[in-house]
């Protein structure tokens, strides 16, 4: 490697140039701020190819890399097929005939740098060696520019980003928790078959359990697949005795429909293993640094939700990062804010993949499965801010109130004993910003702090009620004014405030 030139300072140092460091460096870059993104060389080892879900498109188009990202011309998938939790063949299609990714990660990678490249990010090729915080709230990055590392240079930040995924630069100073996981060890091996695939859904990814693991198979081109098997080093019956070809191939015979497939195609990259083991953080921020994407958690690859979560991560942190440089008194907030979106993130995906391996239990009875489903993922993070309003509406106070506002010739609104306004962390552009919520209490959610319901503007609402003497009135001021919603949810939101007291009906009542 030739020496390589590298700045002093830049306002945000961004470590790895996986999907959440190519997201965060170009999100970041585009908002005019100085990113210096450092990746690993790439390895020649083969990379994997991955399922991305169509729901990506909303975050590929939220980062202005939608188009490059068709052009590019991806295999696209039109659903998954499953054998698991019983020998039936389960074929699932995306909904609206939507299409997902299948693409292979050095590709993928390389056209997310060249996108963060295009908004102005500064992409260096080189392996960061080590971070150092100081007290005066920088960080200093130590980057290895020859290939003997002997003199590692410095740069100052006053942002890192440690997006180095498993590797976790900084993630794994501490912060990183996997002691109680089970581990999972991917072999994957990529297989050609000139003349196509016997499959009805040929675009489908295809995922099987079997007795002691999963196997799993991602197709990049009508004649090429990868198949993975998802094993437990210390639970998965393993031939460690023999290569880890050898290994592979005893996995594969294992399943019987993907092995069926690939019995008369060609091995075209010998196997390799990459660790699989999920983890989590115990905070994901600290005062000059950010853990971002798989650098603060790994979900179980079963999700293939990996990418769009790594993604979003690196979203939130741009704002987070984006708050702490314009608006530093809001940093601390803007820190909290984010840890607890990421545990609640990790700890959704987990308690979901956790059903998926209950649902494997039932067919295979191997601690590979049972181990799997028993995981309680339940992490420490702030009350709930969200309100289902439909089984809030089963609530027989809210039914009450939903019936005389009805009944209601007139209505006079007034703030009732109930009303608590608190103040909350949320999200208003490209800041963490401290927004208003309401304290709520019901017999159905419990104690919650929301400021949204279906759409609803809660604290807004309070805001205008006392202005208007009848509810088609309120309901169309309130439409003027705020982001319309529909009639019924508006009805539901106005008896939710009714019947917790935060709003009092004064009409037709004694004073
Ligand atoms: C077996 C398996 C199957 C999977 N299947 C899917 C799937 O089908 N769909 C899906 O969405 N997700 C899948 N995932 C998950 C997905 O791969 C990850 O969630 C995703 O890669 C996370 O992106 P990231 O940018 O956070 O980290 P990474 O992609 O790991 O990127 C980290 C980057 O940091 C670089 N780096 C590391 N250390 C340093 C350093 N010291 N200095 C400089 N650079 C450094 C690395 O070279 C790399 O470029 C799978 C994962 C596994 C293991």
Not at 165 to 184: D, E, H, N, V, Y
Not at 202 to 225: I, Q
Not at 345 to 370: E, V
Not at 423 to 447: D, F, K, N, S, Y
Request: charge should be negative.
């Amino acid at each position: 490697m030739s020496r390589i030139h590298l700045p002093s300072t830049s306002d945000i140092i961004v470590i790895g140039g996986g999907p959440a460091g190519a997201s965060a460096a170009r999100i970041l870059s585009a908002w005019g701020h100085g990113v210096l993104l450092l990746t690993k060389s790439q390895s020649p080892m083969p990379t994997l190819a991955e399922s991305l879900p169509p729901s990506c498109r909303k975050l590929f188009r939220a980062i202005g890399v939608l188009e490059a990202i068709d052009e590019a011309g991806f295999y696209r998938s039109t659903g998954n097929t499953f054998w698991w939790g019983n020998d039936q063949m389960r074929s699932e299609h995306f909904a609206d005939d939507e299409r997902g990714y299948q693409v292979v990660r050095r590709e993928f990678d390389h056209l997310l740098r060249d996108q963060a490249e295009a908004a102005n990010t500064t992409v260096v090729e080189s392996t960061v060696k080590r971070v150092e915080f100081d007290a005066d709230d920088t960080a200093t990055v130590h980057v290895a520019t020859d290939s003997d590392c002997r003199t590692p240079v410095a740069v100052e930040a006053r942002v890192v980003l440690d997006c180095s995924g498993r590797s976790g630069i900084i993630a794994r100073r501490g912060f990183r928790r996997q002691s109680a996981m089970p581990l999972t060890l991917a072999i994957a091996g990529v297989w050609e078959r000139p003349e196509g695939w016997s499959l009805a859904e040929p675009s489908h990814t295809l995922v099987e359990a079997y007795h002691d693991g999963w196997a799993w198979s991602v197709p990049v081109s009508t004649s090429r697949r990868y198949v993975t098997v998802m094993v437990d080093p210390r639970e998965t019956d393993l031939d460690k005795a023999g290569k880890i070809a050898a290994t592979y191939r005893r996995e594969l015979a294992k399943t019987r429909e993907i092995s069926g497939l690939t019995h008369d195609a060609q091995l075209s990259e010998a196997p390799w293993a990459c660790d699989a083991s999920v983890y989590s953080a115990s905070r994901c921020a600290g005062s000059t640094f950010l853990l971002v994407g798989d650098a603060a958690s790994f979900i179980d690859p079963l999700s293939s939700f990996g990418v769009k979560k790594a993604i979003s991560s690196a979203w939130m942190a741009a704002i987070v990062a984006n708050t702490c440089l314009v608006r530093p008194d809001m940093g601390e907030v803007a820190r909290n804010f984010y840890t607890a979106r990421e545990m609640e993130i990790f700890s959704t995906y987990a308690k979901r993949t956790a059903a998926y391996f209950r649902d494997g239990a039932t067919m295979h009875d191997h601690p590979f499965w049972t181990g799997r489903s028993e995981l309680n993922y339940d992490l420490d993070h702030n009350s709930p801010t969200a309100i289902d309003l439909d089984s809030v509406r089963r609530d027989p106070t809210v039914q009450a109130s939903f019936a005389e506002l009805k009944n209601s010739a007139e209505i006079a609104l007034t703030p009732g004993d109930g009303l608590e306004i608190e103040r909350w962390p949320g999200i208003a552009g490209r800041e963490v910003v401290l927004e208003e919520r309401l304290g709520l209490e019901t017999p159905i959610t419990g104690r919650v702090a929301v400021r949204f319901v279906r759409n609803v503007d809660l604290p807004a609402l309070v805001r205008i009620a006392g202005h208007h003497r009848h509810v088609p009135d309120l309901f169309e001021a309130y439409n003027q004014r705020y982001s319309p919603v529909i009639l019924p949810d508006f009805l539901g939101a106005l008896s939710l405030l009714l019947a917790t007291g935060a709003l009092i009906n004064g009409f037709g009542k004694e004073v």
